[in-house]
C-alpha cells in the first residue's frame, strides 16, 4: 500500500558551474555575463562576457561579440571575438568576425572570414569597454568646463 520514495538523484557540484542554452532556445537582446562555462546549441543575439569557456555547438548561433577564456565553435558566431586562450573553429563551424586569442585552430571544412590577431598578448590587447549600464553617469562628476557652460 506504501511505496518507498526512490532518492531524487543529487546534483554533481564537483564540476564546473556551466550555462547552457539549448536547441531550439532563441534569446534576443541580452548579455551573458558571469564566471563559469557556457554552452550555446539555440540562437543568441547579444554579447558574451565569461572568465570560463565558450562552446557553441553545432546547432549553436551567436550574434554578437564574445570575450571568453577559450572558445570552441561547431555552430556558427558573427561577431568579434577575445579571447585569452584558444579559439578553435571545427569542421562546419563559422566565424565571421575578428579575432584576438592567444592561439588559433582552424579544422578542414571549418569557414573564418575576418582578421586575427594571434599570441600571448593577442588575447590580453583589447582593452574591455564598459557596458553602459556599468557607467554612472548620473553621479559621475561634469568637468570644470562643462560646469561653467
Not at 561577431?79 to 584558444?86: A, S
Not at 592567444?102 to 569557414?111: L, N, Q, R, T, Y
Request: aromatic content about 6%; hydrophobic content about 40%.
Amino acid at each position: 500500500m506504501f511505496a518507498k520514495q526512490k532518492d531524487t538523484p543529487s546534483i554533481d557540484t564537483s564540476v564546473a558551474s556551466q550555462t547552457v542554452i539549448s536547441e531550439g532556445i532563441t534569446i534576443k537582446d541580452n548579455m551573458i555575463c558571469g564566471s563559469g562555462n557556457v554552452s550555446i546549441g539555440g540562437v543568441f543575439f547579444g554579447d558574451i562576457e565569461v572568465d570560463g569557456f565558450l562552446i557553441i555547438n553545432e546547432s549553436g548561433n551567436v550574434r554578437g561579440d564574445i570575450r571568453a577564456a577559450g572558445a570552441h565553435v561547431h555552430g556558427s558566431a558573427e561577431g568579434n571575438l577575445v579571447v585569452h586562450n584558444t579559439v578553435r573553429i571545427f569542421r562546419g563551424g563559422r566565424i565571421f568576425g575578428d579575432i584576438h586569442c592567444g592561439s588559433f585552430i582552424v579544422d578542414e571544412g571549418a569557414a573564418f572570414g575576418g582578421q586575427c590577431n594571434m599570441g600571448a598578448e593577442a588575447g590580453q590587447s583589447v582593452a574591455r569597454v564598459p557596458r553602459p549600464s556599468e557607467l554612472d553617469i548620473i553621479t559621475a562628476p561634469l568637468p570644470a568646463t562643462a560646469q561653467q557652460a
